[in-house]
Structure formats: structure tokens, C-alpha cells
């Protein structure tokens, strides 16, 4: 094989490691859930820097996932056990589930698709912007426990 040939297969592979890092590093149970996503009571970051800015420097979001948006949940977490269980108390059938009340929450996004500033600590300068609603949300179950924030609703 000519060695033109590699490039395409060593560009999908590098196209593909982000999202396979992201999943492999997803949160997999219920502790992980509420190191990652409750951000409660809310914090406030120091002087001069943002919401976001504070906690995505931490590295709360998921690693190699910085362009989804990642959501905030400003509730008790002893709140959040009923997320991923029916009227009645059973798990649902479904591995995700739409919390019945509006909950506080803040979602972070990339401004313009890049992180200026470098990784990790340098990710201050206005990197993020952030947007605090009460909403309702869908959240990934996994045995009877909610794991991962999916969106809005």
C-alpha cells in the first residue's frame, strides 16, 4: 500500500478518538453523576471569572467533549434519586427519563468552537458562556439512578 494510502484511515481514526474517549470516559454510575453534573448549592467563582469559565477549568465536563454542552443541576442530590423512577417507585423500561418538575440548572457551551487559552486551568478568558434556567430534564439511568444529563426539555 502507498503510503498515501494511510492518511485517510489515520484522519477517520483521529476524527473518531475524541467521541470514543468521551463515551469510555462517561459517567458510569450515580456518585459519578453528582461529582460531575450537581453543582449544589451553586457555586459562585471568584472575582473577574465566569460561571462557566470556573467550573469547565475545573474539569467537571467530560473530557474530549468540549464543543456539547454540558448542564449544571443546582438541586439537592438527595432530589435527584427520584429522577430515574416512576409514580409508583419501579425503574422504568427506558434508560432515560424526564424529570416531572422544573429544576434549576445551568448550561455551558464553547463560545466559537475553540478554547482559547489553552487546557485546563488556562481555560478562563471568556471561554464559555453559560445559560441559567428552571427546566425540566432528560437524564441516562442506569440502575435505578441517574448517570448523565441528556438535554432539556
Known sequence: MAPGGLRPALLLLLALLPPGLAWLSAPRSAQDFVARHVDFPRSRPPPGQQYCDYLMGQGRSLPGSPRRPFTFVHADPSQLASLCRCGDGSQPRARTCVSRNRIP??????????????????????????????????????????????GTV
Open 105 to 150: 440548572i445551568t448550561t455551558c457551551r464553547l463560545l466559537g468552537g475553540v478554547i482559547r487559552g489553552g487546557i485546563g486551568g488556562g481555560l478562563g478568558g471568556g471561554a464559555f458562556w453559560g445559560s441559567f434556567q428552571t427546566r425540566r430534564i432528560r437524564v441516562a439511568c442506569r440502575g435505578g439512578e441517574p448517570v448523565g444529563v441528556l
